[in-house]
């Protein structure tokens, strides 16, 4: 199972993003969709995660990101407002999930995709 990021971008403070994941097999189930962010220099942090009991974000990006699930789609999306030069990393998708024909969940990670927030 491979997932494919795309969205990043360079964009200008105060301006908007929307990253998507996509898994390339059919999610059977879920247990978490995940987004992970790591800037130069710094480790890896976890901005926003869904589960079936709801959604979780990070302080930093409280009331600006917010992170979507399409089911059809088998996708996770991070909607991204009011970008701050901070914000600027390689964001990563993460998901514990299970495929059909997967007996059991596996985790997976993407290849990350650039967020750069510059004026």
């Known amino acids: 199972v491979q997932l494919v990021e795309s969205g990043g971008d360079l964009v200008q403070p105060g301006g908007s993003l929307r990253l998507s994941c996509a898994a390339s097999?059919?999610?059977?189930?879920?247990?978490?969709m995940r987004w992970y962010r790591q800037a130069p220099g710094k480790e890896r942090e976890l901005v926003a995660d869904?589960?079936?009991?709801?959604?979780n974000y990070a302080d930093s990006v409280k009331g600006r990101f917010t992170i979507s699930r399409d089911t059809a789609k088998n996708t996770v999306s991070l909607q991204m407002n009011s970008l701050k030069p901070e914000d600027t990393a390689v964001y990563y998708c993460?998901?514990?999930?299970?495929?059909?024909?997967?007996?059991?969940?596996?985790?997976?990670w993407g290849q990350g995709t650039q967020v750069t927030v510059s004026s």
């Open positions: 993460n998901m514990v999930i299970r495929t059909l024909g997967s007996l059991r969940p596996s985790e997976y």
């Open positions: 097999a059919t999610i059977f189930t879920f247990n978490a």
């Open positions: 869904i589960t079936s009991g709801g959604t």
